[in-house]
């Protein structure tokens, strides 16, 4: 690039000049390519401890006049071709022009000035590109390719100095973070560290401070530790590596699946992530959406909000709290749809304003006392006064855009679904008319048991509370103050007096209505009224698989409460499951599901409990109703650390019982209703939806902490489940006005009960001993167990794939899974940086099996093929590798799976002579041998027939099936007659059946005969598999012999076969004439009846020893892949030293 002309006084100072001319010199720094000598070392160690290399470019072109001692640096470049380029132009338009000058000052005067204009073009040009590069980056991303020959389309993220670790000694170096690799790098006195780790396979990555690794981070595979230190910032960089390690697990679970097809804004903000990662190559452009993307997420977690919301921007405040009638100090939080504020003392206040609740913004009156102050009103006649705002006018204009694109707020009732008219509303299978349109299960439950009952349309929860119970009343009478003070609805003003009533317990008037605001799930169900009549109606129209199951278990949802024991209960359940399949369609249905949601529709009408579902599964508990229940996988290895860190001697004692891994899958899945009686764990639910997982977490350890001498004395798991069993079966709740007992009781009736625990006070001491358990500490231990929960389904799925092919491979259990981590590599490329294939082909209801997880196209396969081959095929290799790409692609989707990888290698490596041939045979003919290929055979097929008569026809198979003779059809018809004539049982037609679905193992005579253009191109095949041989003269001769004697072969045969009748009259030769002569450039064709079979190629190769010999040599696949990565290694380090080379 052409740089701001600059004096330098020592031209020659670590710089060695390459190009000179009477005004201008190119010249190459030391320590960068081949030679240099010990100087040139010391430069290239400096340049890369220093990274002088990223602001010193390896090559630059000097302006020099006359005899002077200044020279000017013009032009600079980080490779060769880029600085050769500017020597050139400036031969080309500047060396002639300044050559008439007759002041050396002139010309430089005249240089400079034409190199200024230069870059002045170029910035104009670069004006409307906001995101262009910085200068530096785009050197540290092109010698980051370099050094590690990455595609163009891997991204640079950022890069930091650092020490890498090798045994006891510190490396100094640089350590790159790209999107899809970790990379480090040091050149020190000409020793040099290239280290390369994919995202993909790491298993864990901590930040700890040890004795020998003092502030480092450890980056673990499956393999080895890998610990760096030195950072000049060492928590920037481990956040960065935990976002790129996070998107890498994204990948390997491919979210993109499992996400569901939400709302349009949904859709952009997966577009826009994409581009992100994708499209832009600069360091702050991605390294900005990163840490976008985080904000999001923190953002989201803080206030439950949806993932289509996108924070727009914070800024510090005040918010005048008239609870407190003081100003609480916080940060004010703008998206796309909502206003929100965090105080920043914990539990203070939160509050949350969605706009399409706003009526008024406007700004008040500033003083001494309330500077810059906002005013904000709401429907529900709420005023929110914000101050202390550093640029309240661009908030307010902020805020207002934002209005304008919002839509009015929807009319809200009992359900939020849409306007429907009568005659059509009653033909739907969710309407108005519907019982659970408007009333919760209990609700209805209760009405069947007082008819008399009467209910208010404005409140249609108060006949929950109906009969004699004071402590609901007064519940409902606590929570009636808090609403007077703080505020109703979702604007409410949220504090720790709130969390406080939420642990005295929630009426059951009050918990839709709460559930709902507490989760986030009111403000989405406002957002798309009407969407879960539509998803039901969508799901009528289909047949899935999530609907069988459903099926399957809804009568074994809560079996034992009677609000499940009519039809009402069950068409509910059945119609909320199935709108969230049709809403997820990956996830579909996953057991534990159907419980949750059963329990919402004992408190909630159908839509709210619908949208409920909706919150825990996507938002509360991500990833833990999916096919590998990965998030509960992941809880449940931060449940043990967890217990580790706060009950260390019971921990030990757990993990030689192996009971922890049993009890908490289920606690975490259910939420504990599987395992606490129902009016007790809907208490819990109550906490649950406040505070989020960590309540789970802490009532969990206080379960253990209850029970730990009981456990100390137990010998075996079966006695550990069954003392924690009996321990949550007496938690009970004594405001209930009934018992619902736990259904699968591990309590005997035999057994006397133990005694009862209150559910309140387990709760509240869970507060007080495991209180200090903070959300953020939980993600970031979520992040560490995500690592290896992922990783160990991946161990897995290997360990499936493995088994399921070892009986039809000869390879080791070892060769097999160096190849599927091969495989996999291939995969995960085409991920990385090109469309790739989708992971599985199933479809969205189906599982994925593990053989369909990881899939190649033809480039990626012929790039496998023809690094592991035994067979040298030399410039046929490309060719062969597409062959076999085809004959293994069955289903012709443009994808081979691992097992159709491992048959044909299994039969080069360790098949007989006759499978090996059977293969090629197999490759020389439709659908490996396309027509396209055969024509090409035209060409050579002079060589081989120049001697042989063409008249001859050789009867095809149905040809030859329909000359047979008239004796044998009679013979056959008689004999069908015959057994026409037996009659046929059932017997007979199920033998039948049988014999068609067992597989029947190919013969080699079910294999089709080949005609001469195939027979060619095998004949080619076969001369570039010998080139190079050891015995290529033998073989070629063997081949020569071979060849002519199956010309011979299906020449004869063609002749004795040829039962063709007396010409037609199409058939007759014209008239006498002048024949066309031949064009001598061209050979003759290929002869159409000719054709030959399998066994005559078997048995004519088996004439020759040399042949046989070549065929039955052993290979040995170890050595093929270490050939595969020494010359991967080889070439690397060709492109790096061509670079350094001299100019082509």
């Known amino acids: 690039m052409w740089v701001e002309p600059e004096e330098v006084l020592l031209a020659a100072a670590l710089w060695v000049s390459e190009r000179a001319n009477p005004f201008f010199v190119l010249q190459r720094r030391k320590g960068h390519g ?31 006049t006359g005899d002077s001692q200044v020279y000017w640096t013009i032009a600079c470049g980080s490779s060769r071709r880029e600085i050769t380029e500017h020597w050139e132009w400036l031969e080309s338009n500047l060396l002639q022009t300044i050559s008439i000058f007759e002041n050396d000052e002139d010309v430089t005067t005249f240089v400079r000035g034409k190199i200024c204009g230069l870059i002045a073009e170029e910035q104009r040009s670069l004006v409307s590109d906001s995101d ?6 785009q050197e540290a991303q092109q010698k980051m390719r370099r050094l590690f020959s990455m595609p163009e389309e891997e991204k640079l993220v950022n890069y930091y100095s650092c020490s890498f670790w090798k045994g006891r000694v510190p490396r100094q170096g640089w350590v790159y973070l790209c999107v899809n690799h970790l990379c480090f790098y040091s050149l020190i006195l000409g020793k040099e560290v290239v280290l390369v780790i994919p995202w993909t396979e790491v298993t864990q990555l901590e930040k700890n401070s040890t004795l020998l690794f003092p502030e480092s981070i450890r980056v673990c595979t499956r393999s080895e530790n890998h610990f760096f230190s030195m950072f000049l910032n060492i928590g920037d960089t481990f956040r960065l590596m935990e976002q790129l390690a996070n998107m890498a697990m994204s990948t390997l679970l491919d979210h993109e699946r499992a996400r569901p097809e939400r709302d349009p804004g949904a859709r952009a903000e997966r577009d826009q992530a994409k581009a992100g990662a994708n499209a832009r190559s600069s360091a702050p452009q991605i390294k900005r959406d990163l840490d976008a993307r985080a904000k999001n997420q923190q953002y989201r977690s803080w206030f439950r909000l949806t993932e289509d919301e996108r924070l727009d921007g914070h800024t510090d405040c005040t918010l005048w709290a008239p609870f407190a009638k003081s100003h609480v100090p916080g940060q004010l939080f703008i998206s796309s749809s909502c206003l929100c504020f965090r105080s920043r003392q914990d539990d203070v206040c939160q509050l949350i304003i969605p706009l399409r609740e706003v009526t008024v913004v406007e700004k008040a009156d500033s003083s001494p006392v309330l500077p810059s102050p906002v005013s904000i009103s709401t429907r529900n006649k709420m005023n929110f006064l914000f101050a202390n705002l550093k640029d309240r006018d661009f908030l307010v204009q902020r805020i207002s855009d934002f209005l304008q694109r919002t839509p009015d707020s929807p009319i809200t009732g009992p359900t939020m679904s849409s306007v429907i008219p009568d005659c059509e509303s009653k033909s739907r299978q969710f309407h108005q008319d519907l019982p659970t349109a408007k009333y919760s299960l209990l609700q ?62 929630i009426p059951d008037s009050l918990r839709a209505e709460l559930w709902l605001l507490f989760s986030g799930a009111q403000v989405q169900m406002e957002a798309h009224p009407g969407l879960y009549s539509e998803l039901l109606e969508r799901a009528l129209e289909q047949d899935s698989l999530a609907k069988d199951e459903i099926e399957r278990d809804l ?34 249905y996953c057991q534990a599901m159907n419980i949750v949601t059963s329990v919402l529709l004992l408190y909630c009408p159908e839509e709210q409990a619908f949208w409920l579902l909706v919150a825990l599964c996507e938002r509360l508990l991500p990833d833990y109703y999916n096919t590998r229940v990965t998030g509960a996988l992941v809880d449940q290895g931060v449940f043990e650390e967890l217990t580790q860190t706060q009950l260390a001697p019971l921990y030990e004692h757990m993990q030689n019982l192996g009971v922890l891994s049993s009890i908490s899958l289920s606690w975490f899945l259910t939420l504990f209703l599987s395992a606490l009686p129902f009016y007790s764990a809907t208490v819990l639910m ?3 939806f406040c505070d989020g997982i960590t309540v789970i977490f802490q009532v969990a350890l206080s379960v253990l902490f209850d029970n730990m001498e009981a456990l100390f004395a137990c010998n075996d798991e079966g006695e550990a489940m069954t003392v924690l069993g009996r321990f949550l079966e007496n938690v009970v709740n004594r405001e209930a006005d009934e018992h619902i007992p736990v259904l699968h009781s591990a309590v005997s009736s035999e057994e006397p009960p133990g005694p ?6 387990l709760i509240q001491e869970s507060y007080q001993r495991f209180g200090g358990l903070r959300a953020d500490v939980i993600e970031q231990m979520r992040f560490k167990q995500r690592l290896k929960v992922i990783q160990s389904l991946e161990d897995t799925a290997q360990r499936s794939v493995v088994r399921a092919v070892m009986t039809e491979s000869a390879f080791s259990t070892d060769e097999l899974e160096e190849l599927y981590c091969l495989f996999k590599s291939k995969h995960m490329s085409s991920c990385y940086w090109g469309p790739g294939p989708t992971p599985g082909s199933a479809g969205p209801d189906l599982v994925v099996p593990y053989l369909e997880q990881h899939r190649v196209d033809h480039g990626h396969f012929s790039q496998l093929i023809i690094e592991l081959s035994p067979w040298r095929w030399n410039s046929h290799a490309h060719i062969m590798a597409a062959r076999l790409f085809r004959l293994q692609d069955q289903n012709q989707d443009g994808l081979v799976n691992f097992k159709e990888f491992i048959c044909p290698l299994t039969v080069m490596f360790h098949g007989d002579l006759t499978e090996k041939l059977k293969l090629l045979y197999k490759l020389h003919l439709p659908p490996a041998l396309i027509p396209e290929e055969a024509e090409s055979a035209e060409e050579a097929a002079s060589f081989f027939t120049h001697n042989n008569n063409k008249d001859a026809s050789f009867p095809s198979a149905d040809d030859r099936r329909q000359a047979a003779s008239p004796a044998e059809e009679k013979s056959e018809g008689e004999t069908s007659e015959k057994k026409d004539e037996k009659v046929k049982d059932y017997r007979f037609y199920l033998r039948q059946w049988a014999r068609e679905q067992e597989p029947r193992k190919e013969s080699i005579k079910d294999l089709p005969r080949m005609n001469q253009e195939q027979f060619i191109e095998l004949c080619k095949t076969l001369y570039c598999m010998f080139s190079e041989d050891p015995c290529e003269q033998q073989l070629y001769h063997s081949i020569a012999t071979v060849a002519s004697l199956l010309l011979r072969i299906g020449e004869v045969a063609k002749r004795f076969t040829n039962h063709s009748p007396a010409p037609s009259p199409a058939q007759t030769p014209a008239e006498p004439g002048p024949a066309p002569s031949p064009a001598p ?47 991967m290694a080889a070439a690397a380090r060709s492109r790096k030293e061509s670079e350094s080379e001299a100019f082509k």
């Open 34 to 64: 081949r030679g240099g000598g010990l100087s040139g070392l010391l430069v290239g160690t400096l340049d890369v401890v220093l990274d002088s290399s990223a602001r010193v470019a390896p090559y630059r072109i000097l302006l020099q």
């Open 444 to 505: 209805l439950h209760h009405q069947q048991q007082d008819p008399g009952l009467k209910q208010d349309p404005q409140n249609p929860g108060e006949e929950l509370n109906h009969g004699p119970n004071n402590k609901q009343r007064v519940k409902e009478e606590a929570w009636r103050l808090h609403f007077s003070e703080f505020g109703r609805g979702v604007c409410m003003y949220r504090t720790s007096r709130t969390r406080d009533l939420v642990l005295k317990g």
């Open 1081 to 1127: 450039s061209q050979g003759r064709a290929p002869d159409a009846d000719w054709s030959i079979s399998f066994e005559q190629v078997l048995a004519s190769l088996l004439t020759e020893t040399p042949l046989v010999d070549f065929f039955e040599r052993k290979a040995q696949l170890r050595d093929k892949m270490a050939a595969g990565k020494d010359k």
């Open 555 to 588: 009568h074994r949802s809560m079996p034992e409460h009677k609000a499940f024991q009519n039809p009402t209960g069950i068409s509910a359940l059945r119609r909320v499951l199935t709108a969230y399949a049709q809403r997820n369609p990956a996830i579909g």
């Open 132 to 137: 262009q590069d910085p200068v530096k980056f």
């Open 756 to 761: 009862q625990i209150d559910v309140f006070s």
């Open 686 to 688: 109550d906490a649950f």
